[in-house]
């Protein structure tokens, strides 16, 4: 069995994705390609304020996302993804397909307990 050393791939890319909702943020940015702080309101609306804005600025420092301000009379910040973070969607995209098997498991055992009864 191979263990993770000093160089590990997995924890690396960890590093860029993990906690609760950098993933979540990602596959939103992918789908929707730019995103102001009130679209992620309004997209994840069980995260906090400060959450969102402090996995905004760590996806900003890791090089993932690009911050675009729009300076007017009411300030406006936009996020992108850079082309570093586009490198992602294939990490994305296999979450993102493991969560709807998850959920057609999930369907499976919840018909076949209701029919057992």
Not at 16 to 39: H, N, P, T
Not at 46 to 52: A, C, D, M, P, Q
Not at 55 to 70: A, H, I, T
Request: aromatic share 12%; charged share 25%; proline share 3%.
């Amino acid at each position: 069995m191979k263990y993770c050393a000093d160089s590990c791939q997995v924890e690396d890319t960890l590093r860029f994705v993990a906690g609760k909702w950098k993933s979540v943020i990602l596959y939103r940015l992918f789908q929707e390609q730019v995103g102001r702080f009130s679209d992620f309101k309004r997209w994840l609306p069980r995260i906090s304020t400060r959450v969102l804005e402090r996995q905004l600025n760590e996806l900003v420092s890791d090089g993932l996302l690009e911050k675009r301000v729009y300076v007017a009379v009411q300030p406006q910040t936009e996020y992108r993804l850079t082309v570093f973070g586009q490198s992602l969607w294939p990490v994305i995209s296999a979450m993102e397909k493991w969560g709807q098997y998850y959920h057609q498991q999930r369907v499976a055992v919840t018909s076949a307990d209701a029919s057992a009864k």
